[in-house]
């Protein structure tokens, strides 16, 4: 399974971006996916994630209430609508692909990853 996660770009503080999370195969469509994030020196953490048949998802504190993800099953692709966003958001994004169909926070859940799109927020 390949990856491709796209969307990322620079915005202004309180501005929204859309990242896009597209599977090359359509397995992929049948995990769970998630979506993680990496600024500077520092880990990757989780942001939200969303089973495989998009009724469950699961979000980071720190986004909770300002980012939605969602996927289209047709188009194995998994979306991160990311609204209010804030210089805090500032990082590399990416997508991953789990074992199974559930969700989870945790990074060892996942086998597949992208290979990240980086979003800047300015202040």
């Known amino acids: 399974v390949q990856l491709q996660a796209s969307g990322g770009g620079l915005v202004q503080a309180g501005g929204s971006l859309r990242l896009s999370c597209a599977a090359s195969?359509?397995?992929?469509?049948?995990?769970?996916m998630g979506w993680f994030r990496q600024a500077p020196g520092t880990e990757r953490e989780f942001v939200a994630a969303i089973d495989w048949r998009g009724g469950n998802t699961l979000y980071a504190d720190s986004v909770e209430g300002r980012f939605t993800i969602s996927r289209e099953y047709a188009k194995s692709t998994v979306y991160l609508q990311m609204n209010n966003l804030n210089t805090e958001d500032t990082a590399v994004y990416y997508c991953a692909s789990g074992r199974s169909s559930t969700i989870s926070r945790n990074t060892d859940y996942y086998n597949y990853w992208g290979k990240g799109t980086l979003v800047t927020v300015s202040s």
């Open positions: 195969r359509r397995t992929s469509s049948n995990n769970g």
